[in-house]
């Protein structure tokens, strides 16, 4: 975590610095000195106020899923329509939130996945940002369905979202946010279709 003082305007702009360098040469050629150019800043500044390139990449991380959290509940507050339907739809969508697929963030979120399996303190954010998708879900699905049911719904949805968000960043060109989102849509009616389907067979009514 950066330490307390550092003005928000400042941190803001390391955070865009820290994406800039990781989107122009990847994070194990992401240097303190790379950075700090890019936000024109001293290098003394980030070891200061972050440690060092670990420390950034957390801030940076935190921001991207503050901004992820962001697009979800804006996307939930708009809804008219507030069945568990909608408000998946919601929650569907915000992952795929502009803020989320640029090139610069989509090569930030792939640094960050590489990196949370060797880095404590990355692998705990990443544990957060897991339990906080999967709850979300389950949540919405448990109004429709019993609760091992919903846990296993959840965790299916989560999966189509993570995987369809993945194979788009990794294919060149820009990740296709609107196809990847109909198609996590169309995999939600489908797990919802298949618990409707097997909750009127014979013995289940």
Same mark, same amino acid.
């Given at each position: 975590?950066?330490?307390? @003082?550092?003005?928000?305007?400042?941190?803001?702009?390391?955070?865009?610095?820290?994406?800039?360098?990781?989107?122009?040469?990847?994070?194990?050629?992401?240097?303190?000195?790379?950075?700090?150019?890019?936000?024109?800043?001293?290098?003394?500044?980030?070891?200061?106020?972050? @440690?060092?390139?670990?420390?950034?990449?957390?801030?940076?991380?935190?921001?991207?899923?503050?901004?992820?959290?962001?697009?979800?509940?804006?996307?939930?507050? *708009?809804?008219?329509?507030? *069945?568990?339907?909608?408000?998946?739809?919601?929650?569907?969508?915000?992952?795929?939130?502009?803020?989320?697929?640029?090139?610069?963030?989509?090569?930030?979120?792939?640094?960050?996945?590489?990196? *949370?399996?060797?880095?404590?303190?990355?692998?705990?954010?990443?544990?957060?940002?897991?339990?906080?998708?999967?709850?979300?879900?389950?949540?919405?699905?448990?109004?429709?369905?019993?609760?091992?049911?919903?846990?296993?719904?959840?965790?299916?949805?989560?999966?189509?979202?993570?995987?369809?968000?993945?194979?788009?960043?990794?294919?060149? @060109?820009?990740?296709?946010?609107?196809?990847? *989102?109909?198609?996590?849509?169309?995999?939600?009616?489908?797990?919802?279709?298949?618990?409707?389907?097997?909750?009127?067979?014979?013995?289940?009514?």
């Amino acid at each position: 975590m950066p330490k307390v @003082g550092m003005e928000p305007i400042r941190r803001q702009q390391l955070i865009h610095a820290t994406m800039a360098a990781i989107d122009e040469v990847g994070l194990a050629d992401t240097t303190v000195m790379r950075i700090a150019r890019h936000a024109g800043v001293s290098a003394g500044i980030i070891s200061h106020y972050f @440690g060092g390139k670990d420390g950034l990449l957390e801030a940076t991380m935190r921001q991207i899923l503050h901004d992820l959290g962001d697009a979800v509940a804006a996307r939930r507050r *708009s809804l008219e329509d507030t *069945s568990a339907r909608a408000h998946l739809g919601a929650i569907i969508d915000g992952n795929f939130d502009r803020s989320q697929v640029t090139g610069a963030v989509a090569k930030t979120w792939l640094a960050f996945w590489a990196s *949370s399996m060797h880095k404590p303190r990355l692998a705990r954010l990443q544990q957060v940002n897991h339990r906080r998708l999967h709850s979300n879900l389950c949540h919405q699905f448990r109004r429709l369905m019993p609760r091992d049911d919903a846990h296993r719904a959840a965790a299916g949805l989560a999966a189509v979202i993570d995987g369809l968000w993945l194979r788009g960043a990794l294919t060149p @060109g820009e990740l296709d946010a609107d196809k990847a *989102s109909r198609l996590a849509h169309t995999a939600l009616d489908q797990l919802l279709a298949g618990h409707e389907i097997a909750a009127l067979a014979p013995g289940n009514a």
